[in-house]
C-alpha cells in the first residue's frame, strides 16, 4: 500500500494556514515521511517543509511563525524519488522562489528534463522528479502569462501520473493545479475553495465537491473554479455532495483509527446492503448500468485488485462461481496486463479499490477495456478514477477509511462481490428467486453477527498478551477460509512487522508444515460444521499441527465441539453459511493485529514504510 501523498490548497477569506494544516493531519495516513506548506504573501512565497511526520513541521512552524496569509498549499510525502529529507520535502520552489509546486505520483521523463534544464544552467536542490515541474512552470510563465496556460504548457511535456498543484508569487488569489491518473478533488465553499487529494481534508467546511477528469487543469480563486483540458479546452464539471460528515474522520473515543473502523464493521455492511432490493423483491444495482443482455453473455469473469483487495476478490470467486456458474479469475493487478491474459468482449472484468486510485488496478481497467471487456468496479469512493473510467460500479459504503491497513473497507468489498454475484445468478437464471432471497436474508444478517462478535473481544486481549513476543505467526484454512488466513497474515505483517504467512490448510504436508515447531502460534479457519467433508478435514489438520507442539488458535462455529477439542485457544464464531463466514472470522483476525502492534508500541495507523493507496506503478 504505497506509495501515494496528500495535497491541499486553499483560496478563501480566512487565514490558510490553519486550514492547510488540518487538512493534511487529516491525510497523514496517504504519506508521512515529510511535510510542507507554502504561503503566498506580498512580500514572496514563504515555505516551511520538515522531514518526519507532520508534528516536525508545527513544531517549526512554533518556532519560525509564518506571517497572516489567505491563499496557500501544503504536502504531505511518501518518499520514491529522493530520500525522506528537509530538502526533498514538497514544496519545491523555482530558482528565483516565485513559484512553489507540490505533487502526487512519478514523473517518469524527469531524469530527462533535468538534464535539459541543468544544461540550460539551472541548480536543483534536491533528488526528487518534482522539482523539474517547478523550473519548467518558472519558464513558461515567461511565455504563457497566466497561471492555468503556464500549468497546461508544462503537463503536455510530462510523462508518467502526477497532480500537481502551484502558487505563483506574481499571481495572487489564484492556485492551480493538474491531474493524470492521480487523484484530485475541488471543494465548493461560500468565498472559499479547496483542492485535495481527498475529501476528508476539507470536509470540516464544506460537502460540496466536483470530481476532475483525466488530464485536467483547473484553477480556484475564493469564488471561481475553472477546469480545462490540457490543450486548455472548457471541460464539463461534475459536483456531487459528500455524503458523509467530520465526526465520521475523527477518532471518537478510540485509540486508533484502525481499531474505530474495526467496530465500525457493522454500520459499514449494513450501509453497503442498504437499498439492493426493489418493491417486487428482487435485487437491484442501480449504479450497475451494463445492458443485462451482457451480463447474460459473460462467458469469464476476471477480477484484478490488489493486497487487501484481491483477497477479498479470493473470498468472492467461491461465491461467484457457486451461483452463476462462470468461470471466475482473480488476479494481481500488478500482474495482470504483464502475462498477455486472455480478455475478450464476453469477458467480465471486476476491479476492486478502496481509493479507486490505485494505479495497478486502473492500468489493468485500461487493458481489460482495450480488449473491449465490460468492467464494473468495486469502490469506496464516490468520483474516483477507477469507477469513472469503468463501464459501471457497485460503490461500498464503508464511509472514510484513515488507518493504512484496511478493515471496514475489506468487508464492505465482500458485500459488493457478493451482491455482484446474486445480481448476475439473478440475472442469468441460475438461482431460483426464492434460493436469491433466502441467501439476502442471511446476508442482511451479518451486520448483527458482527456486532455480537465485536461486544466480546476480551479473549483477543488476552491472547495479544500471551503472543506479544513471538516472532512468527502462521495461519492455515481451507475454501474460503484460505483467503481469511491470507488477510489474517497480512494485517500482522503490515502493522505488527512479524513475519506472518498464510497457507492452504491442505497444503500442509506439501511443505508449510516444516515451519511447525513447539509453541509456533498457528490460526486456524474451521469450515461451519455442514461442509463435513472440509469441516474434518481442517480439524485433522489441527491434530496434525499441534501434534508436533504448535500453539492452535482455532476460530469455529461457537457449537463446534470437535474444533474445540484440538484448541489451545478457542475464538468462537457465529453459525453462518459457509460463504458468509469470512465476513465473520476475519474480525477478530483484524483486531489481534491490532492489538499486537498496540502492546509492541507500534503506530497502528502509519506503519512503516507504507501509505494508505497505491498511485504509481
Known sequence: ???????????????AQPIIIGGLKRMEYRGYDSAGIALWTPDGLETRKRAGKL??????????????SRQGIGHTRWATHGGPTDQNAHPHLSGDGRVAVVHNGIIENAAIL??????????????TDTEAVAHLLRRALDQEPGLAAALRAVCRRLEGTFTLVVLDAAQPGRIAAARRSSPLVVGVGQDENFLASDVASFIEHTRHAIELGQDQVVEITADTVTVTTFDGDPAPVKPYDIEWDLA????GGFDWFMRKEIFEQPQAASDTLLGRIDQSGRLCLDELRIDRAQL???????????????????????????WTRVPCEVELASEFRYRDPIVTPTTLVVAISQSGETMDTLMALRHAREQHAQVVAICNTNGATIPRESDAVIYTHAGPEIGVASTKCFTAQIIACYLLGLFLAQERGTKFGDEIAELVADLTAVPAQM??????????DALAQELVGVESVLFIGRHVGYPVALEGALKLKEISYLHAEGFAAGELKHGPIALVEPGLPVFVVVPPTGRDHLHDKVVSNIQEIRARGAKTIVLAERNDAEAWAQADHAIPLPLAPTLFQPLLAIIPLQYFSCQMATLKGLDVDQPRNLAKSVTVE
Do not use: N, W
Not at 500500500?1 to 496528500?6: I, L, N
Not at 465520521?248 to 477518532?251: D, G, Q, S, T, W
Not at 456486532?451 to 483477543?460: H, N, V, Y
Open 114 to 127: 533535468r538534464r535539459e534544464l541543468e544544461a540550460e544552467g539551472v541548480v536543483f536542490r534536491s533528488q
Open 451 to 460: 456486532a455480537a462478535l465485536l461486544a466480546d473481544l476480551g479473549p483477543i
Open 248 to 251: 465520521a474522520a475523527e477518532k
Open 1 to 15: 500500500m504505497a506509495p501515494v501523498c496528500g495535497i491541499v490548497g486553499y483560496v478563501g477569506a480566512r487565514q
Open 55 to 68: 508534528v516536525r513541521l508545527e513544531a517549526e512552524l512554533a518556532d519560525r511563525p509564518l506571517p497572516e
Open 296 to 322: 447474460r453473455a459473460a462467458d469469464k469473469i476476471v477480477i484484478v485488485a490488489c493486497g487487501t483487495a484481491y483477497h477479498a476478490g479470493l473470498i468472492a470467486k467461491y461465491a461467484i462461481e457457486h
